[in-house]
């Protein structure tokens, strides 16, 4: 069962920054949070992950708090282009293809 | 480089029928696992193999089954087909050797059973 509570859907302007919240409350000291998004009709694609240090990379950056049960995927600059659902996962390393998927946030950039 | 391929893009199929789809990972990637999706259910693990053998499996009736061959290949199977099995179907791929390598996704088969 997925380890995660994300908000179902979330506006965001064009050119602002979109900050999508997750929940994972129950979290393992040695699970990672990664974040995937499914653009529509497309297969979910892989952003970013991170254990405890907030993380950054060219698409976008993850917040994670001190105590780890929650975190916050940052698009620095959203486009049309980024409307998408995005998926929060918790899991530990090396666990195979195993990817639970919860609901997930549909994000709408508008323009 | 040449991403996942996934193989039809689009099936139509009749209820009691069998169907076979196909995948074809990343050059070098070892891991393929499956995914249903469906408006329902959202995205759910069907099975994963590694080096030709089943690694991980998830909560899906014995009608869905798989196999990986020695390229990588791998293809998966539903037999007596339902009209419940009419889904997304999506393979990903990765490289495992560390899971920091992340899975990528194909674009999947869409299957109608009619």
């Known amino acids: 069962d997925a380890k995660t509570t994300q908000p179902p859907s979330m506006d965001c302007a064009e050119g602002r920054a979109a900050n999508l919240p997750c929940n994972h409350s129950?979290?393992?000291?040695?699970?990672?949070v990664y974040w995937y998004r499914q653009i529509h009709s497309q297969g979910p694609q892989y952003i970013i992950h991170?254990?405890?240090n907030n993380e950054t990379n060219e698409m976008a950056s993850l917040i994670i708090t001190e105590d780890r049960k929650s975190s916050t995927l940052i698009l620095p600059h959203a486009t049309l282009r980024d409307t998408a659902v995005y998926y929060c996962?918790?899991?530990?390393?090396?666990?195979?293809?195993?990817?639970?998927f919860g609901q997930g946030t549909e994000l709408s950039v508008k323009p | 480089k040449a991403g996942v391929t996934q193989t039809p893009r689009y099936l139509i199929k009749t209820r009691g029928q069998q169907v076979t789809l196909s995948c074809s990972p990343i050059?070098?990637?070892?891991?393929v696992s499956w995914y249903q999706q469906t408006p329902g259910q959202g995205l759910q693990f069907l099975f994963e193999?590694?080096?030709?053998?089943?690694?991980n499996k998830g909560n899906f009736p014995g009608r869905f089954s798989g196999r990986q061959f020695s390229n990588s290949r791998s293809e998966m199977n539903v037999s007596t087909l339902e009209l419940g099995d009419s889904a997304l179907y999506l393979c990903?791929?990765?490289?495992?050797?560390?899971?920091?390598?992340?899975?990528?996704f194909g674009s999947g088969t869409r299957l109608t059973v009619v």
């Open positions: 990903a791929s990765s490289l495992l050797i560390t899971d920091f390598d992340g899975y990528t």
């Open positions: 129950t979290i393992s000291g040695n699970e990672y």
């Open positions: 991170g254990l405890k």
């Open positions: 996962i918790v899991r530990v390393d090396n666990q195979g293809g195993k990817l639970i």
């Open positions: 050059s070098g990637h070892r891991s």
């Open positions: 193999y590694f080096s030709e053998t089943q690694r």
